[in-house]
């Protein structure tokens, strides 16, 4: 059974630090990337950032490639998506996804895309 378990997400100050770890197990894909996406209150779920497991590529939203930057640990099964220079409109749940396969270098997979989710953890940040 696939799991993936967020954590990391609280309540912080705008112009802050987080650092949110995404713990996946049970995976069984040759060749897989993680996502995140977030969901803000009233709008749409929308990707932020991925990286393949393989060769750790990572793609960025154009909105916070300045500001985020997604890791991974493949010894610990951990993706880790840093946030510098938190904003208000940050504030959201915050989830990470498995794709089955890598992403496409300069491509960041869709929602849809994705085949396993995990429950989300809450950022929220104070101004």
């Known amino acids: 059974e696939v799991q993936l378990v967020e954590s990391g997400g609280g309540l912080v100050q705008a112009g802050g630090s987080l650092i949110l770890s995404c713990a996946a197990s049970?995976?069984?894909?040759?060749?897989?990337?993680i996502g995140w996406f977030r969901q803000a209150p009233g709008k749409k779920r929308e990707g932020v950032a991925c990286?393949?497991?393989?060769?750790?590529?990572?793609f960025y939203a154009d909105s916070v490639k300045d500001r985020f930057t997604i890791s991974s640990d493949n010894a610990k099964n951990t993706v880790y998506l840093q946030i510098d220079s938190l904003k208000p409109e940050d504030t959201a749940v915050y989830y990470c996804?498995?794709?089955?396969?890598?992403?496409?270098?300069?491509?960041?997979?869709?929602?849809?895309?994705?085949?396993?989710w995990g429950q989300g953890t809450q950022v929220t940040v104070s101004s």
């Open positions: 049970g995976i069984a894909f040759d060749d897989y990337a």
């Open positions: 990286i393949n497991r393989g060769d750790h590529s990572t």
């Open positions: 996804a498995v794709l089955n396969g890598e992403a496409i270098p300069g491509y960041l997979p869709y929602e849809y895309e994705y085949d396993y």
